[in-house]
């Protein structure tokens, strides 16, 4: 992407999500920032892609050599005086600016969701891990039954538009695993997830092996 196209995008993000300096963190969050971290463990050299202001990185990003990326400079910004942690601005749907296998885990909250081009996305966070490296994340599921009310009513599946792509379990599992070797993908959320995930989770977090 162009500097100034990038910049354009940058402006967008800054005035769709406003002000994330704060950056409180609701119960899924919470139950997301739990589950990365347990998952991540310490000792590892992470890389964060959309780190806003770093909310959820605050619950791993101690005893980690972290990098966080996002092209929202405001919440960049927020993140790097927040955490300490080592940050890059720009845009990393098609390409990522760091070597291959420089990293030992990625994580990608909500993030998955807003890239154009998914299946290009994984490529790059494949390329950037070390053989056996950690990939973890999660999506919302637009598919679950709240939102296919809102279909048959004659409303949009998702209300916001900075959402690209439109997951549901199956093809979530169907994405990442043509790139890595799915360990777990687990419901959030959702009084019924645990028995119907498909149909009641709010959103789904994974963790895969490269």
């Not at 992407?1 to 002000?19: C, F, L, N, Q, T």
């Not at 598919?143 to 009310?149: A, G, I, P």
Request: glycine share 10%; with cysteine; proline share 4%.
């Amino acid at each position: 992407m162009s500097g100034e196209r990038s910049k354009r995008v940058a402006a967008y993000y800054a005035a769709r999500y406003g002000d994330r300096g704060a950056g409180g963190l609701n119960r899924s969050a919470r139950i997301r920032a739990e589950l990365f971290a347990s998952w991540i463990g310490t000792g590892k050299r992470l890389l964060e892609l959309g780190c806003g202001s770093g909310s959820l990185l605050a619950a791993y990003a101690k005893g980690n050599r972290v990098t966080a990326m996002d092209i929202d400079t405001p919440a960049l910004d927020a993140c790097r005086q927040r955490l300490g942690v080592e940050t890059v601005w720009g845009d990393f749907a098609t390409e990522l600016p760091f070597a291959a296998a420089s990293v030992d885990v990625v994580v990608a909250g909500e993030t998955l969701e807003h890239m154009p081009y998914p299946s290009v996305f994984l490529g790059e966070v494949r390329r950037v891990l070390t053989a056996g490296g950690l990939f973890v994340g999660s999506v919302p599921n637009a598919y679950r039954y709240r939102n296919r009310l809102r279909v048959l009513s004659g409303k949009p599946i998702d209300t916001d538009p900075t959402h690209l792509q439109f997951f549901s379990l199956a093809s979530l599992g169907a994405l990442l695993s043509s790139h890595f070797t799915i360990e777990a993908i687990v419901p959030i959320r959702g009084r019924w997830s645990g028995r119907w995930p498909s149909l009641f989770a709010h959103r789904f977090a994974w963790r895969c092996r490269r």
